[in-house]
């Protein structure tokens, strides 16, 4: 009569597939808020990264003064950095809008 009590009660170990289901629901739906920030934050970083290296690289041309070499080298070197700002400033908006879904 003893074993009988104790063969029907059932020891539960682990999570039931609902509480799973909304565990993950839940991550997702916080993922779908915060990465479109982030991919904001990392664009807006990396652009003011290279204009800090630009206003440098012109500050230190405007301080060398006649070196004409060295200034047009600085100038094109502030020209190839603008033209990779921009490149990156477009792949980050399409990688953006592949992960939003929107075109």
């Known amino acids: 009569m003893n074993q009988n009590r104790h063969s029907k009660t059932k020891l539960t170990k682990g999570f039931t597939l ?12 916080l ?4 990465l479109p920030k982030g991919v904001d934050a990392l664009r807006n ?3 003011q990264q ?3 290296t630009v206003d440098t690289l012109k500050t230190a041309t405007t301080i ?3 070196h004409t070499k060295a200034k047009t080298a600085i100038d094109q070197a502030s020209a190839h ?4 700002v921009c490149d990156l400033t477009d792949t980050l908006n399409e ?3 592949e992960i ?4």
Do not use: C, P, Y
Not at 31 to 34: K, Q
Not at 81 to 84: E, G, H, K, Q, T
Not at 100 to 103: A, D, I
């Open 81 to 84: 950095l603008d033209n990779l």
């Open 18 to 29: 609902l509480e799973l289901a909304f565990s993950l629901a839940i991550i997702a739906t």
């Open 100 to 103: 939003t879904g929107r075109e």
């Open 31 to 34: 993922v779908a808020i915060l």
């Open 50 to 52: 290279v204009a800090k």
């Open 64 to 66: 060398k003064g006649g």
């Open 45 to 47: 970083s990396r652009v």
């Open 95 to 97: 990688l953006e809008a």
